[in-house]
């Protein structure tokens, strides 16, 4: 399925990007600085974003998408390094990035609660973490509608959650949220967190 879904997930996303999603995520990446891990970074969709950085660290576990993400990765205006590796279990040192990124990764990692325990280790105390998000909407019948999909949708979309709230696993895991926007009825969160 990984194949699949990755050969396919730029043409599905670019209308979304273009309705909307685009600009929301541009705002997000502009806000990183210093040395910067992204997870889950996908086929490079933010790599274009990126100004004002130090090295950028992008990870994806799937290597179809990171394949995708190096040919972008060479026209950033920042070096970035892609890696092949999941988010439960980074290979980084602890204290190692300034600002770490995730963007429409939380609904698809198996264990979003071990991933951010790890983003925690890996970012400095002090430092920034930014997510872009879809949650499960907090209108009851657009939530349960949410539920109803959620088994088809992860055989679809490679493990995508329709229904996963990410607040809850990144203040478990020991993160402070500053800021939260949302976007399109709620459907889309802008996450700003700090590791205190």
Request: charged letters at 25%; one cysteine or more; a positive charge.
């Amino acid at each position: 399925m990984g194949k699949i879904f990755a050969s396919t997930y730029d043409l599905w996303m670019g209308p979304l990007e273009r309705k909307g999603l685009g600009p929301i995520r541009k705002h997000l990446i502009r806000k990183a600085r210093g040395r910067v891990l992204e997870i889950g970074s996908g086929t490079g969709f933010n790599f274009p974003y990126y100004r004002g950085t130090g090295k950028v660290t992008a990870i994806d576990p799937e290597p179809a998408m990171t394949k995708q993400a190096k040919a972008r990765a060479e026209k950033a205006h920042v070096p970035i390094e892609v890696i092949t590796v999941g988010g439960e279990k980074l290979p980084f040192p602890d204290h190692s990035f300034d600002t770490v990124v995730g963007t429409l990764v939380l609904c698809t990692i198996p264990d979003p609660y071990k991933a951010l325990k790890e983003v925690r280790r890996v970012c400095r105390p002090g430092g920034q973490v930014l997510f872009l998000e879809h949650v499960r909407v907090r209108q009851p019948l657009l939530g349960r509608i949410q539920d109803g999909l959620t088994p088809i949708w992860k055989r679809l979309c490679d493990g995508c959650h329709l229904n996963r709230n990410p607040l809850e696993p990144i203040e478990r895991a020991g993160l402070k949220v500053v800021r939260v926007n949302r976007y399109f009825r709620e459907i889309f969160l802008t996450i700003e967190a700090i590791h205190p």
